[in-house]
């Protein structure tokens, strides 16, 4: 393919560490509690490529770290995590509910004082480190004091935005157009029909990445040579989720995919070591 609007990608994805990148998901929720400090800290000391994230509103207006809706899987507390305050929510023991794979009886971080972290925390406990941050709720209102903290801590630069909503990426990029966004799900099927139309090179994406799995539901797949080529020539990234077996992840790495979004980072480190 050829033409004039073929892009370059974003800077974010640019420039820095090696492809194929390593993206801890959740920090890696399967070796640490995800979404806590002890599961990013260890992610980034394993020398990941970028850690990502999950973040809500909650009621007093700060952006905490956390994945569901409601607080009862993975914690102490029950109920919605919109409706707590940073009071009630620093009390919650985050790590409450998490056992390794092959000791699901075995506790062993419960009790041991991991709370719920909030964004501002993450982006200053790793000042160098890329995040991957998916906003949980579609409110458009949201983009602005999102976009304010990520300025405050100087990370407009390292830090790439995302969320299955189209109203809050939409806000996002009109509060700040030079901060990289991913594809939203409307976006993502979108350009999956001009793939398979053979249009795709006349698409005109307002994303700088995709973070998508290779397939949806059982029949539909997303990620193949296709796709990835449609992808790389507008300058996109595709970056895969959740891959947590070595087979899969040569397999993707292989086929050129540019990030494995995993919840078993020590793993995909030594994978990559490998293929290098």
Request: include cysteine.
């Amino acid at each position: 393919m050829h033409s004039i609007w073929q892009r370059l990608p974003h800077p974010f994805f640019a420039q820095g560490a090696s492809r194929p990148w390593v993206v801890a998901h959740r920090g890696g929720g399967a070796e640490n509690p995800e979404n806590t400090l002890q599961a990013f800290i260890h992610a980034a000391s394993l020398g990941v490529d970028m850690l990502e994230c999950d973040v809500y509103r909650i009621a007093d207006g700060r952006f905490v770290v956390m994945h569901d809706a409601h607080l009862d899987r993975t914690t102490d507390a029950v109920g919605p995590v919109v409706l707590h305050t940073t009071e009630t929510l620093r009390k919650v023991d985050a790590a409450y509910r998490w056992a390794r794979p092959e000791a699901p009886d075995a506790y062993p971080w419960r009790g041991r004082g991991v709370s719920l972290p909030f964004l501002e925390e993450l982006l200053a406990q790793f000042p160098l480190m890329r995040f991957s941050i998916e906003l949980k709720q579609d409110d458009p209102t949201l983009a602005a004091p999102l976009v304010a903290l990520i300025q405050r801590h100087k990370a407009q630069d390292r830090v790439v935005i995302g969320s299955f909503g189209h109203r809050v990426i939409q806000a996002v990029r009109e509060c700040a157009p030079t901060v990289a966004t991913q594809a939203t799900r409307r976006e993502t099927l979108l350009f999956l029909l001009l793939v398979r139309l053979r249009l795709a090179r006349f698409a005109r994406p307002r994303f700088n990445a995709f973070a998508i799995p290779q397939k949806s539901g059982k029949h539909l797949t997303l990620v193949d040579a296709a796709f990835l080529r449609a992808a790389h020539y507008h300058g996109v990234p595709v970056h895969v989720w959740t891959v947590n077996d070595a087979v899969t992840m040569e397999r993707l790495w292989r086929m050129g995919v540019d990030g494995i979004i995993t919840d078993r980072p020590t793993l995909a480190m030594a994978g990559k070591q490998l293929i290098h």
